[in-house]
């Protein structure tokens, strides 16, 4: 994803002024004001022990950031602390594209719907590469917790695949004796979510506070006619 973001960031009006890999970035060594300086904004999409130690450092430096990782979400509190103590702004999202979000809702609104007929059980499949380290994925998470209200106390087991290199399958599925009806997102790229990143990168710039990617985008604003900034990648 870090290669992903920094390839489209000048495409869409941002300068990449710095890019930390693992070599560079133990324990967020590589965070440091110095060379933060002129940096309005970081992107991390690391590996989950790797986020607050992140998010951290960034505080220290003043510098705003989006994180995309996901598997931190246990210590979201600390983070809370952390971001508000230095004043900077995060956005953070399991998933930062934006048919991800509208799945959100298009989930809820369905659950709503299948909640009156008890002989459906619903259900989240989701499926990826088999890199990705965190099983069940962020945004599977993220589905059940929106869904969880709507169903009336029925559990939704949520189950994962990963094989190959597929960039992200989820699905809510409402399943009975006689049928199965499924709502599916299937990423079919990487770069929706790198666009999603870049769009969240751009509308945190100036702000002070810790917000969800929902958030950012009820602003509506177009990212691709923002002016420019300069941004960092993790
Ligand atoms: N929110 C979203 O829309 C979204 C979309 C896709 C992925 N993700 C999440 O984003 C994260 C990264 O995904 P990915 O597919 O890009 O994974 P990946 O291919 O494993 O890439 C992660 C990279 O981060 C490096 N890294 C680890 N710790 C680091 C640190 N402290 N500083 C700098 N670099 C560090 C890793 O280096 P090594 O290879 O040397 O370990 C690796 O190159 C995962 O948590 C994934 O679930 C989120």
């Not at 934006?98 to 799945?103: A, E, N, P």
């Amino acid at each position: 994803m870090g290669r992903v973001i920094a390839g489209l960031a000048p495409q869409r009006g941002f300068e990449v002024k710095l890019a930390l890999d693992i070599d560079e970035n133990q324990n967020g060594q590589g965070i440091i004001a110095e060379r933060f300086r002129g940096i309005d904004v970081a992107v991390d999409f690391t590996q989950p022990d790797a986020v607050v130690e992140n998010v951290e450092r960034c505080a220290a430096a003043g510098c705003n950031l989006v994180v995309g990782t996901t598997g931190w979400y246990e210590r979201i509190e600390e983070v809370r602390k952390v971001v508000a103590g230095a004043s900077i702004g995060m956005v953070y999202a399991a998933n930062f594209s934006i048919g991800v979000q509208l799945f959100y809702r298009l989930g809820r609104a369905a659950a709503e719907i299948f909640a009156d007929f008890p002989m459906y059980q619903p259900y989240i499949h989701e499926s990826h590469h088999r890199m990705k380290m965190d099983a069940p994925s962020g945004t599977a998470i993220e589905l059940k917790r929106r869904v969880e209200p709507a169903v009336k106390g029925r559990e939704i087991p949520v189950s994962s695949t990963r094989a190959g290199f597929i960039p992200g399958t989820h699905e809510l599925g409402f399943d009975s004796e006689a049928d199965t009806v499924i709502v599916r997102h299937t990423a079919r790229s990487r770069q929706g979510f790198a666009e999603g990143a870049l769009y969240a990168a751009r509308w945190v710039v100036g702000k002070k506070g810790l917000f969800t990617f929902a958030e950012a985008l009820e602003e509506g604003i177009s990212a691709t006619n923002a002016p420019s900034h300069r941004a960092g990648a993790m």
